[in-house]
């Protein structure tokens, strides 16, 4: 299957073919994780908290070979892996396939391969509040990531890849933090709810800024959109939802987007909404 790699500090666009490797060996992991859960008793009606610590550690991890690193190997980027730029005999040029009509470079093979290591912590926080408010309740829902780091090494012995704040093709995004708070009202009796949802996600830098910080790629902005929703029991079998969808129309942001090139102007809808606002309205029937 091809991939798509954007940000290459090489060429703009690569096409990785990623393909199994009977000689993959299996990787070992370490996880230590920590939780701890507060609850307030006192005028704060329903405050819980939890907090979740989680520390990863892979040795000779799973992944498909990074197209960067092959060309960074191939053309001898840190001055030992191909001195004489010799394509014969160098595992990674082979890799790189050629236009056989202009002789141009086309696409890189992307086996997975035991990388290396992979080592990563971060905390999960979680805050839900109610409170009565009349004759129903108002409530806060939040919940908050915190990357602590994210390093990898493409391939055993190689130096250390700190992707933190990087937004990678291969490994994720991954953002310092990333948050999603959802705001409602339950009306008396639980008949009824409306709420609002806020998802942000912090500007981050593109992915080739882990290997080269001085890349020309440009960052991608900060991100952030809203979804109203409410439901309404008609009685004990009957039920309507409702709401709309990214409430302000926000546009998806752009991703490895550089100087002078517009043709660079690509999206990830993983992350981003690509389809604009929207409503919706469903039933739902109990027999």
């Known amino acids: 299957n091809g991939f798509a790699r954007p940000g290459?500090?090489?060429?703009?666009?690569?096409?990785?073919l990623r393909q199994g490797n009977p000689s993959v060996q299996p990787e070992v992991g370490k996880t230590?994780?920590?939780?701890?859960?507060?609850q307030h008793p006192g005028n704060l009606e329903n405050l819980t908290a939890s907090f979740d610590y989680y520390n990863v550690e892979i040795t000779d991890a799973i992944a498909p070979l990074n197209s960067v690193f092959a060309y960074q190997q191939c053309f001898n980027a840190d001055g030992s892996s191909n001195p004489t730029l010799s394509y014969a005999g160098n595992p990674y040029c082979a890799l790189i396939k050629r236009n056989v009509q202009s002789g141009e470079r086309s696409s890189v093979d992307a086996p997975f391969i035991n990388t290396g290591s992979l080592k990563t912590n971060g905390l999960d926080v979680a805050v839900n509040w109610t409170k009565d408010i009349g004759s129903g309740s108002f409530f806060i829902n939040a919940l908050m990531t915190l990357l602590g780091k994210y390093d990898v090494q493409d391939a055993p012995g190689s130096a250390i890849v700190h992707?933190?704040?990087?937004?990678?093709?291969?490994?994720?995004?991954?953002?310092?933090?990333?948050?999603?708070n959802v705001f409602g009202y339950n009306f008396g009796g639980g008949?009824?709810?409306?709420?609002?949802?806020?998802?942000?996600?912090?500007?981050?830098?593109?992915?080739?800024?882990?290997?080269?910080?001085?890349?020309?790629?440009?960052?991608?902005?900060?991100?952030?959109?809203?979804?109203?929703?409410?439901?309404?029991?008609?009685?004990d079998k009957i039920s309507l939802r409702m709401g709309i969808d990214n409430l302000t129309d926000v546009q998806p942001?752009?991703?490895?987007?550089?100087?002078?090139?517009?043709?660079?102007?690509?999206?990830?809808?993983?992350?981003?909404?690509?389809?604009?606002r929207r409503w919706y309205v469903g039933v739902k029937a109990s027999f």
């Open 191 to 235: 008949k009824a709810t409306i709420g609002l949802q806020w998802r942000y996600l912090p500007s981050i830098k593109d992915e080739s800024a882990a290997r080269n910080p001085a890349t020309a790629v440009y960052p991608v902005a900060s991100y952030q959109s809203f979804n109203v929703f409410g439901n309404y029991m008609v009685n």
């Open 163 to 180: 992707e933190k704040d990087t937004f990678q093709t291969q490994d994720g995004a991954q953002f310092k933090y990333k948050m999603t």
């Open 32 to 38: 230590f994780t920590l939780g701890l859960v507060m």
């Open 253 to 276: 942001n752009i991703v490895g987007a550089r100087p002078g090139d517009n043709n660079a102007e690509v999206t990830r809808a993983d992350y981003y909404d690509v389809l604009g």
């Open 8 to 16: 290459n500090p090489f060429f703009p666009l690569e096409i990785e």
